[in-house]
Structure formats: C-alpha cells, structure tokens
C-alpha cells in the first residue's frame, strides 16, 4: 500500500470531517448552502443535501460522509458519500464491462457520443461554472472558462474520432505490407486535484473515449460536488444513447481510493494530477506493476523579462500570472527573472497593480471580484510559512505577507525580492500567491536560472529581439513542457500538448499527439506472397 498517498487530500478530507455529524446536520438543514435561494443553481445540477459519490450506472456508495465547504466563508455547501474499496472494485468491475460494449463502437460514433457530451455541458455552463467558483474558490469568469475548456476539449476529441491515425511503410520485402495500428487500452483511472475540479477530468475523459477506452474518477475529496454533478451530465448522454452509465464511471474518496487505483492491475493507464511528492509515488507503484503512467506534476515556473521587452504588457502578463486562481495554477508563475535594467521598475509597477487588485477581493461568484480565496486553510498554513521562510533566508516582501481578517481563506498576493535565484525558498514550489522576484545581468544567465529547478512545467520570455527568442527556443533555452513568448506562462490552449518535463512527470495531455497516450501500438507485417523471406536479407536454409 501506499500509506502517504494523496497527503493534501487526505488531510482536507480529515478537517472536513471534523464538522458536525449527519444525523445533526438533519435539525440544521438551512445551513446548508445548497438551501439557500442564492445557490439555487446547485440543485439546477441535479445536486442535493446529501449526493452519492459511486457512480458506475447506478448512484451509491456507503463509506464517510465528507461535507464540502465554501472557501470563500468556511461555510457547508453539500454533502457526498465516498465510495468503499469494495464499491471502487464493483466500479472497476462494471467499467471493463462497459469496454466491451464501448471498444465494439467505431471511432468517429464515439465522437459523436463526445461532441453530445459537449452540447450537454453547453447547457449547463454557467451552474456549473458557478459550482467550481463556489467549492474550489476560484473566480467566477474562471470557473465558466474551466468548464468551457472541457466543452472545447469535446470539440476538439469530435474532430480527432475521424482522424485517429496509423500508418504504413515501405517493406524491405517483396510482396509484404509493414504498418501500424493502434487500439484502446481498455479501462483507465483518472486522478484530478482541486485547482481544476472539472478541466483535468475533461482533457482525459474526452481524448480517452473516442480513443475507445472506459475510465474510472476519483476527483479532489474537497471537490466532491464538482465530480459528481459533472459526471451526471456526461451520464445524461450516455443513458439517452443507451450506452453503459459505466463508460465514465466515478468513485469519490481518499487516500484508500487513490492507492488502490495507482495498484489496480486492471487499469491499464493511470493518469494523476497533483504534487511531485504524490506523483512520484503513484509512477513507481503503476511501473511496478508494469502499468502505464501520464503524470502531471508540480511547476515552478518562471517569466524572463530581457531589458528591451515591452513593459506594459509584461505587468499586464504578470498579474494575472503571479495572483490569479489566488496562485493555485500548476501554470502559476513562481519567479519572475527581471534583467537587472528594469527589475526596480518592474517591481514598482507590480506592487502598485497589486494594491489595484486588493480593492477587488471578495467572494469569488460576485462579479466585481477578480481575486479569491486559498482553498483551504492548509493552502493558508503553507503561505504563511514560505513567507517565513523567504524572511529568515533575507528576502524582503515589497507587498502582501499576510492573512485577509475576514471570512474564508483569503491571503494577500505576495512579492518578494533580495533572494538569490538558488535560495531553498525559491527551488521549490509554493501553492501559493507568493512570486520571487530575481534579478538576472542578461538573458544567457536567466535561462540558466530557469533550468535550474527540479520542476519542467511552464516558462516565457517577454523580449523584442528575436535572438533571444530562438535562443529561447532552442537546444540550450528552456527545459519546459511549455515554452512561451511575449504571453504568461498560464493559459495553455487546448491544441497543443500540455505537460512537462523533469519532476513535472512528462506527461502529455489535451491536444496534439496526447492521443497515443490512451492507447497501444501495433507493428503489422503482412505477407501477400507465396515466400517466406526474413528480414535484413538472412538466410535460414
């Protein structure tokens, strides 16, 4: 067993279950967001007080009782019970039955059953933007524009179901056809963090089903609502086309859960999203079992900006990059790696666009709010001690540092400055609004400054002079999965492959090529002829 695995949900799950219990949650039912008429797109969803958290056909699920909560006010949004090892295993079980059905149907059928999936969520946009704005804390316009990626991703699978490629190349032999085809792997496990309840599953679940597999969920235990009210849309397709609920079947829990998927011999690919430490567990227990992995890990990811960039639109790039999701983007940047000409006035510009932002904190569903809560008070506690920590090795906060005084979770967006590019604080990543500002005497050393932490994710340099952009570019530039110019390192669109390298796990997801990841090649060699050579001209006479 993997007896550490998913720490941040685990101990979210523990906090959350220290609320009072069920049978007292009867006499208080109005404190419940969900009954409250401001909410009522909660039950638009098809959600209510308590919701099952199984889902494989049939809703169930009998195990712990976890009550979602409001980051934005500490307060209960909803309940969902968690699914049993036992309940996980029936899932599992009902899912590659369901393959069986689902890899009989043609490519570009499943497409169309994604594109329905897609139209489905169109209607359900703003609700279900609103859920991911209320339970993950991010804000509103964010929320609709997660879903709205998941309904992009549909687009994109349509199309892809059509062109699903092999391929087939001269054979050295007479009369023979060498090829390749590729086919699903069968029934995969999809593992989503908090930071993006609903996008991470829609990347997955779109690609690997018109790819012909079946899959099994396990969200964010503290976004429970999110996984089940998204899977009972995709269900609502499925059921009108009278295909196996079990195609997309979803099993809420924890640390239990979690394990037992990444050992599970009958998931053929086991795709996570969450922290190095966690991911680097999860990739050994599937290599052990000789399973596949797509891993898509932690960033610390950094904007170079050379002495000749356009200044305007870097602080335009970097607000929303350093402090929006409240820094809980895996595309976040970390650092910002400012030529020594225009680090002081850089600094000077973002402060003062931070005070701009502070008069603009507030509940995330409020249309005025561009700046929203931590998640939860362990994403507080872990602020607060980088800040800390960046203070006892000489860093100076030019603005921020502290806790909000209101309800919720709320931080200040932190900048930092006075810190070596090698300081422990600023190697490793904080899931936090916090930015370490360095100061670099030209671009050569910048990109060095950007390759030298552990994690691959995402970077960008603003700069007018195309030298630096193809040296950026280059073998010798960035390390990243994800290497920009003149825009932010958050934001990715959904035609490339998003992922990273180095301890951000290297795996592949969304558009381009991430397809050959949910399935398995075949090299065909057929002879046509009445002979039986042998390759490379051997002769076995």
């Known amino acids: 067993m993997i007896t550490s695995l998913f720490i941040r949900s685990s ?26 008429p401001n909410y009522s797109f909660l039950k638009e969803l098809g959600l209510q007080e308590q919701n099952h958290g199984v889902f494989d056909g049939t809703w169930y ?7 979602s909560i409001c980051p934005a006010n500490g307060k209960p949004i909803a309940q969902v019970r968690q699914g049993t090892l036992q309940e996980y295993n029936k899932a599992v079980e009902k899912s590659q039955e369901a393959w069986q059905v689902w890899a009989d149907v043609p490519a570009p059928k499943r497409g169309e059953i994604v594109r329905q999936i897609g139209d489905a969520l169109r209607q359900k946009l703003e609700p279900l933007g609103k859920l991911v704005a209320l339970e993950m804390g991010k804000i509103l316009p964010e929320g609709i524009g997660e879903v709205q990626e998941y309904v992009d991703i549909c687009d994109y699978a349509t199309g892809l179901s059509r062109m699903l490629e092999g391929k087939i190349f001269p054979s050295e032999r007479p009369g023979h056809v ?14 989503s963090a908090f930071n993006f309840p609903i996008a991470v599953f829609g ?62 011999k009958r998931l053929s690919l086991v795709s996570f999203t969450g922290s190095t430490q966690v991911g680097n567990k999860v990739g050994t227990t599937v290599q052990a079992r000789f399973g596949k992995s797509l891993l898509e890990l932690g960033g610390n990811n950094a904007i170079i900006v050379s002495d000749d960039a356009d200044l305007e639109m870097v602080i335009r790039a970097i607000i929303f990059a350093c402090a929006g999701t409240a820094g809980q983007r895996c595309t976040t940047t970390r650092r910002l790696i400012l030529h020594e000409n225009v680090h002081d006035e850089i600094v000077k510009r973002l402060t003062k666009a931070y005070e701009q932002i502070m008069k603009r ?49 709320f931080v200040e967006p932190t900048v930092v400055t006075g810190l070596p590019h090698n300081s422990p604080i600023v190697m490793k990543e904080t899931f936090a609004p916090i930015v370490y500002v360095l100061k670099a005497p030209n671009v050569d050393e910048a990109i060095k400054w950007n390759n030298s932490v552990n994690q691959g994710l995402s970077s960008s340099i603003f700069t007018q002079n195309l030298s630096n952009v193809f040296q950026w570019l280059g073998p010798k530039g960035s390390d990243c999965g994800i290497v920009n110019v003149n825009i932010p390192t958050s934001g990715a669109e959904i035609g490339g492959a998003f992922g990273g390298e180095k301890h951000t796990g290297g795996g592949r997801e969304s558009g381009s090529d991430s397809w050959k990841q949910y399935m398995r090649r075949s090299t065909i060699t057929i002879n046509y002829s009445k002979e039986l050579p042998l390759a490379q001209g051997i002769k076995f006479e």
């Open 203 to 264: 990347w997955n679940n779109a690609i690997a089903m018109v790819c012909g597999n079946t899959m099994i969920w396990k969200g964010a235990p503290s976004t429970s609502l999110c996984s089940v009210a998204t899977t009972k849309i995709v269900a609502s397709v499925l059921e009108k086309n009278g295909l196996p609920g079990a195609i997309s079947a979803l099993c809420c829990g924890g640390a239990d859960i979690g394990s037992a998927m990444a050992e599970d």
């Open 178 to 191: 060498l090829m390749e085809n590729w086919n699903p792997l069968g029934s995969i496990g999809i593992i």
């Open 361 to 409: 904190v507030g509940d995330p569903i409020d249309s005025n709010t561009i700046y929203g809560p931590m998640h939860s008070q362990i994403g507080v506690d872990n602020y607060l001690a980088a800040v800390q920590e960046a203070l006892k090795l000489g860093g100076k906060i030019e603005f921020g540092g502290k806790v909000i005084k209101r309800e919720g979770f």
């Open 61 to 67: 699920g009998s195990a712990e009782v976890v009550t």
């Open 11 to 36: 101990a979210q799950t523990i906090r959350l279950s220290k609320l009072p219990s069920t049978p007292n949650y009867r006499t208080m039912a109005t404190t419940f967001l969900i009954n409250n």
